[in-house]
C-alpha cells in the first residue's frame, strides 16, 4: 500500500492564481480531511469528507474547495490565492472519523507571493 | 466545543532523562484523546490514544499516556528518551467517533547528548 499521498511537494504562487492540491489513498477509508499547519498553531481542519460525496468545512474554510467523486481521491482548491494561505498542507484519512487513527500524508508546502 | 492546550512549546532534553508533556482539554462531554508526532520533514503518525478504559495508555517507542479525567490532563511520558526522539508531538481531542479532530499548537522536543 502506498498509504496517502499527496502532490506536488513544494509550490510557489502568485497572489489570484488557483490551484489543486492533490490527495489520494488506497486504504479504503471513508474519511478524509486537509489541515493546514502553521508555526505555533498546530493543525487546523479546512474541509473533511465522510464518504464519496459527502463534504464538510472544518474550522478555516474559507478560500478553499473540496470535492469527493471517489472514495480515493480528495482534491484542495484554492481559488484565488492568498499569502495568509502560505502555510504547509496535510491530507489524512481513517476508516470513520476523527476517533480512529488518522494516516496523514507528507504534506504540501505551499508559499504564496 | 473542545479544545487543547499544550503548556509547553518546547522542551530541552538530555538523552536518557525522562521527558513529559503537559496537554489540557476542555470540553463539556466524554472525549478521545490522542499523541501524533511528527519527526522533521514528515506528516504526523499515532503515537497512542485514549478511548476508554484503562487511563494508562502505552503507545509505540515507550512513550505512555495517562488519562486524568478530574484534572482534564492527558499528559505524555517517556522514562528514557534518544536522539531520534527530537521531534514534534501534538495532543488532539474529539468527542465522538465522526467527529473532527481538534489539535493542540505543538510541543517541539529537542533532545541533545
Known amino acids: 500500500n502506498a498509504g496517502v499521498t499527496q502532490t506536488p511537494k513544494f509550490q510557489v504562487l502568485k497572489t489570484g492564481q488557483s490551484m489543486t492540491l492533490q490527495c489520494a489513498q488506497d486504504m479504503n477509508h471513508e474519511y478524509m480531511s486537509w489541515y493546514r499547519q502553521d508555526p505555533g498553531m498546530g493543525l487546523r481542519l479546512i474541509h473533511y469528507s465522510v464518504g464519496a460525496g459527502i463534504t464538510d468545512q472544518g474550522e478555516v474554510p474559507n478560500g478553499y474547495n473540496v470535492s469527493r467523486s471517489t472514495t480515493e481521491d480528495f482534491p484542495l482548491r484554492l481559488l484565488s490565492a492568498a499569502p495568509s494561505q502560505t502555510s504547509v498542507y496535510f491530507c489524512?484519512?481513517?476508516?470513520?472519523?476523527?476517533?480512529?487513527?488518522?494516516?496523514f500524508g507528507p504534506g504540501t508546502r505551499l508559499t504564496v507571493l | 466545543a473542545q479544545s487543547v492546550t499544550q503548556l509547553d512549546s518546547q522542551v530541552p532534553v538530555f538523552e536518557e532523562a525522562p521527558v513529559e508533556l503537559r496537554c489540557n482539554y476542555s470540553?463539556?462531554?466524554?472525549?478521545?484523546l490522542f499523541w501524533y508526532v511528527q519527526y522533521p520533514n514528515q506528516g504526523l503518525q499515532l503515537l497512542l490514544k485514549?478511548?476508554?478504559?484503562?487511563?494508562l495508555v502505552k503507545g509505540i517507542n515507550g512513550f505512555e499516556a495517562e488519562f486524568n479525567k478530574s484534572q482534564t490532563s492527558f499528559h505524555l511520558r517517556k522514562p528514557s528518551v534518544h536522539i531520534s526522539d527530537t521531534a514534534e508531538y501534538f495532543c488532539?481531542?474529539?468527542?465522538?467517533?465522526?467527529?473532527?479532530?481538534?489539535f493542540g499548537a505543538g510541543t517541539q522536543v529537542v533532545v541533545t547528548p
Open positions: 485514549y478511548l476508554s478504559g484503562s487511563t
Open positions: 489524512a484519512s481513517s476508516y470513520t472519523g476523527g476517533a480512529d487513527t488518522q494516516y
Open positions: 488532539a481531542v474529539t468527542t465522538d467517533s465522526w467527529g473532527k479532530l481538534q
Open positions: 470540553s463539556s462531554v466524554s472525549v478521545y
